[in-house]
């Protein structure tokens, strides 16, 4: 059997999230069923990084075994049969004992809100019309490399063992009309990103002080995060892994 790296990007704003669910539309069932067809087998898919409900996806991964050389141009016909908001990248044989989620060095998110009204960013951005202090958000986006433990940040109903991240880089951009907030790190919480963001905010409009801020994420209490961000406004933006993982295949 061989191994099989899959790249997806795709618009999640008329799905469940990444991951399959019962009765629900999910990026994996999409994926499987167009595998499926094009494969003339089922294909079980392993996917990188859970994105939840309407949350999109500029790069993702998913890795799955099957017996037989892979032709990339296969891609074509797989894209033809998935729906349009869906998109396979590149498709890579890897290592046997490669895997899309633990192999995984970092994952960047990044967060898009605007504050003027357009209705061309309605789905893919979080209007968000209040005055922000700008240096008050880089402050408390700063602060975040410095903290290992975000169980302020993760939703209760998680299966993950352990609410400790490593943040490699943390800070707000600007993006054309679009202030984004940009974090890489090793692993993510459920609802970790919108729960800082969200957070952060009320940073920014003085409901909180930086100080406030920081406390509240050593205090690990969810009850003190606001996890009122959108899904739609987050971008799962890039997955990265070391080039053996690719080489070792060659």
Not at 30 to 56: C, M, N, W, Y
Request: with cysteine; charged share 25%.
């Amino acid at each position: 059997m061989l191994r099989t790296f899959l790249e997806v990007a795709y618009r999640g704003t008329h799905y469940s999230g990444f991951q399959i669910q019962d009765n629900a539309s999910s990026i994996q069932q999409e994926v499987e069923k167009a595998l499926e067809i094009v494969f003339r087998q089922p294909i079980t898919l392993t996917g990188s990084s859970r994105t939840d409900t309407g949350v999109h996806a500029l790069q993702n991964y998913f890795h799955f075994d099957y017996e037989g050389f892979i032709d990339k141009r296969v891609l074509y016909n797989i894209n033809a049969i998935l729906p349009p908001d869906i998109v396979l990248k590149d498709i890579q044989p890897v290592a046997s004992d490669a895997h899309c989620r633990y192999d995984a060095l970092s994952r960047e998110y990044r967060y898009y809100i605007y504050r003027t009204k357009n209705p061309f960013l309605a789905d893919r951005a979080w209007f968000f019309p209040y005055t922000l202090d700008r240096d008050n958000l880089a402050a408390a986006a700063a602060l975040i490399p410095q903290f290992e433990d975000f169980t302020t940040f993760s939703k209760r109903n998680t299966q993950a063992k352990t609410r400790l991240c490593t943040v490699l880089d943390s800070g707000w951009q600007e993006e054309g009309e679009c202030l984004v907030y940009r974090v890489v790190a090793n692993r993510f919480l459920r609802g970790m990103v919108r729960g800082l963001v969200g957070t952060m905010l009320q940073v920014g409009r003085g409901k909180i002080s930086v100080e406030e801020f920081a406390a509240a994420i050593g205090k690990k209490d969810n009850q003190l995060a606001d996890f009122s961000a959108p899904g739609h406004g987050l971008f799962l933006f890039r997955v990265s892994f070391p080039d053996s993982i690719f080489k070792s295949a060659l």
